[in-house]
Structures are given as structure tokens and as C-alpha cells.
T-cell receptor
């Protein structure tokens, strides 16, 4: 069945360093890959997404890459700041159908 | 329109009771989704609607769970004969779906936290 695996489950970085979160998906028909940020006690919020016809997308300090052949996609955060501390979820979707989420990565940015 | 609204924010119920949650999506969004999230896990798909039609329901969802979206606007999720394992955050999300070739990000509500005692 559909599955999204996410690593690492916890990531601790020093302020100013980069953070990378990696995901793999099982459904080769998946063509949309959003990333959500969830702060403690709050709703998940979409921070960036990528479609299967694109290999990389960047928005200020965050970037996503996609390797459809290997069914891997990654989130890169550069120049991390304490306010980047949160749980990040990768997800995969086929067309406009349901989205399957990874288990999440808890990111700690130490000042 | 300030986003996706869910009511109530918190619900404590005794085991065996029925509960109903409500979700009001962003008005122009035609897709509405229900997810369940437990501590330390990602959102788990329950069901979704396009307008008033329920298009898919998770196989993990027992017959005690039912959802409706009668007029294609707000939705309700009912859990009958609640069990302690139903304790979780129930998240509603909505999106504007246009065509099958594209995926669309969700706008989530703040969720309803259910505690079954």
C-alpha cells in the first residue's frame, strides 16, 4: 500500500547550520510532494511543495529536491534560526487524491 | 473567511458515548479531508469529500466512524461507542481541486482534541 518514510525522526542543529530531512515514498504514481511545519500545539502549515515535473524548488532559506527514479525527496533548510524549531512532515499525493504523511521530524535549532 | 474552523476544540467523553465534530472549510474549497493525529505521529488519513460526495474512506476506519458533508459546505465526523483508542487530535483540512494532473496543498483547521476516559 501507500507509504511515506521520513528520516531522521529527530534532528538537532546549531543556529546558522543547515538541516536536511529525507523522505521516500512507495507509490510510483505519486506526483505531488508537500512539506508541512507543525509548531507545538498548532495546526500543520504548508511551507513548500514540489510537483513531479520539477527536480528542485527553492523559496528563500528552504528548498526541496525530488528524485522520481529513486522515489526520494528532501527538504533543505539553510541558515537555521531558533524559530525553525518545529516538527516537519513530508507527504506524497497522487493527483488531487488523498495525501499520505510521513511520521515527522522534530527539528531543534540551538541558539 | 479566516480559514478552516473546527468545533469543538476539545472534547472529553466517557467510553461508549457518541461524539460529533464539525468542520467548516474555506468557502471556495471543494475538497474536504479528515485526518487523525496521535502524539509523535503524522496525520493519518480517514476520509475525504469532493463537494458533497464522499470519495474515499480509509480501510482502517471502523464502522463506528461516519462522516457527512450534506450540502458540500461544512462536514461532520461522528464516532459511535467511543473507545480509549479513539483518543487523538482530529484534523480537518480543505483544498481547491481543479484537475487530476496536479496536487494541491491543504489548509488545516486547528483540530478537535478527543479524550476518551
Amino acid at each position: 500500500g501507500e507509504n511515506v518514510e521520513q528520516h531522521p525522526s529527530t534532528l538537532s542543529v546549531q543556529e546558522g547550520d543547515s538541516a536536511v530531512i529525507k523522505c521516500t515514498y512507495s507509490d510510483s504514481a505519486s506526483n505531488y510532494f508537500p512539506w508541512y511545519k507543525q509548531e507545538l500545539g498548532k495546526r500543520p502549515q504548508l511551507i513548500i511543495d514540489i510537483r513531479s515535473n520539477v527536480g528542485e524548488k527553492k523559496d528563500q532559506r528552504i528548498a526541496v529536491t525530488l528524485n522520481k527514479t529513486a522515489k526520494h525527496f528532501s527538504l533543505h533548510i539553510t541558515e537555521t534560526q531558533p524559530e525553525d524549531s518545529a516538527v516537519y512532515f513530508c507527504a506524497a499525493s497522487t493527483g488531487g487524491f488523498k495525501t499520505i504523511f510521513g511520521a515527522g521530524t522534530r527539528l531543534f535549532v540551538k541558539a | 473567511d479566516t480559514g478552516v474552523s473546527q468545533d469543538p476544540r476539545h472534547k472529553i467523553t466517557k467510553r461508549g458515548q457518541n461524539v460529533t465534530f464539525r468542520c467548516d472549510p474555506i468557502s471556495e474549497h471543494n475538497r474536504l479531508y479528515w485526518y487523525r493525529q496521535t502524539l509523535g505521529q503524522g496525520p493519518e488519513f480517514l476520509t475525504y469529500f469532493q463537494n458533497e460526495a464522499q470519495l474515499e474512506k480509509s480501510r482502517l476506519l471502523s464502522d463506528r466512524f461516519s462522516a457527512e458533508r450534506p450540502k458540500g459546505s461544512f462536514s461532520t465526523l461522528e464516532i459511535q461507542r467511543t473507545e480509549q483508542g479513539d483518543s487523538a487530535m482530529y484534523l480537518c483540512a480543505s483544498s481547491l481541486f481543479r484537475d487530476l494532473d496536479r496536487g494541491y496543498g491543504y489548509t488545516f483547521g486547528s483540530g478537535t482534541r478527543l479524550t476518551v476516559v
